[in-house]
C-alpha cells in the first residue's frame, strides 16, 4: 500500500498495516523531521523492520540529501532476513513509481492528442466561418 504520512509518500510492501506499526513510523518520521535521534521499542513480530525499511527509503526518495541508513545486527542470519525485507521494500516502490510514470504518459499523451483536436477544430471553425480565407484552392493573387 502507498499512503500518505504527514506530507511523506510512503511506500509499505503489504496491504494491511497495523495501528502500532503507523506510530512507529509517524514518530520515525518526526525524528528525521527535527534532525534528531530516536530510539524506539516494539516486541518482536510487530513488523519493526518493514516499518523502519520502507519509511527511511521513502524518507530518502523525497529528501535525497538526507544521510545513509546504518542497519546492524548480531548474526549474519538477521542481516539476510533485513536484505531480503529490503528488496521486497525497494521493488515494491520501484513497480508503484513505474505505475505513476505509465499514468502520467498516458494523462500527458491524452491532453496532447485533446490539444491537437481542439487546435484542428479551431482552425477549421476558423477556415469555414471566414469568407475572406484563401484556402479553397484557387489564388486570388
Same mark, same amino acid.
Given at each position: 500500500? =502507498? !499512503?500518505?504520512?504527514?506530507?511523506?509518500?510512503?511506500?509499505?510492501?503489504?496491504?494491511?498495516?497495523?495501528?502500532?506499526?503507523?506510530?512507529?513510523?509517524?514518530? #520515525? =518520521?518526526?525524528?528525521?523531521?527535527?534532525?534528531?535521534?530516536?530510539?524506539?521499542?516494539?516486541?518482536?513480530?510487530?513488523? =519493526?523492520?518493514?516499518?523502519?525499511?520502507?519509511?527511511?527509503?521513502?524518507?530518502?526518495?523525497?529528501?535525497?540529501?538526507?544521510? =545513509?541508513?546504518?542497519?546492524?545486527?548480531?548474526? $549474519?542470519?538477521?542481516? /539476510?532476513?533485513?536484505?531480503?525485507?529490503?528488496?521486497?521494500?525497494?521493488?515494491?516502490?520501484?513497480?508503484?513509481?513505474?505505475?505513476?510514470?505509465?499514468?502520467?504518459?498516458?494523462?500527458?499523451?491524452?491532453?496532447?492528442?485533446?490539444?491537437?483536436?481542439?487546435?484542428?477544430?479551431?482552425?477549421?471553425?476558423? #477556415? $469555414?466561418?471566414?469568407? /475572406? /480565407?484563401? !484556402?479553397?484552392?484557387?489564388?486570388?493573387?
Amino acid at each position: 500500500m =502507498k !499512503f500518505d504520512l504527514d506530507g511523506l509518500t510512503v511506500y509499505f510492501p503489504y496491504e494491511r498495516i497495523y495501528l502500532e506499526q503507523y506510530q512507529y513510523m509517524r514518530s #520515525l =518520521k518526526q525524528t528525521l523531521d527535527a534532525g534528531g535521534h530516536c530510539l524506539l521499542e516494539m516486541p518482536t513480530g510487530t513488523g =519493526k523492520t518493514v516499518c523502519l525499511l520502507s519509511l527511511i527509503t521513502s524518507y530518502q526518495h523525497a529528501h535525497p540529501n538526507t544521510g =545513509k541508513l546504518v542497519y546492524c545486527t548480531r548474526t $549474519v542470519p538477521e542481516m /539476510n532476513s533485513v536484505m531480503e525485507e529490503l528488496g521486497t521494500v525497494l521493488a515494491y516502490r520501484s513497480e508503484e513509481l513505474r505505475k505513476e510514470r505509465e499514468a502520467m504518459a498516458v494523462i500527458s499523451s491524452s491532453a496532447v492528442v485533446g490539444d491537437a483536436m481542439d487546435i484542428e477544430s479551431a482552425a477549421g471553425s476558423q #477556415l $469555414v466561418d471566414n469568407p /475572406n /480565407n484563401n !484556402f479553397n484552392g484557387s489564388n486570388n493573387d
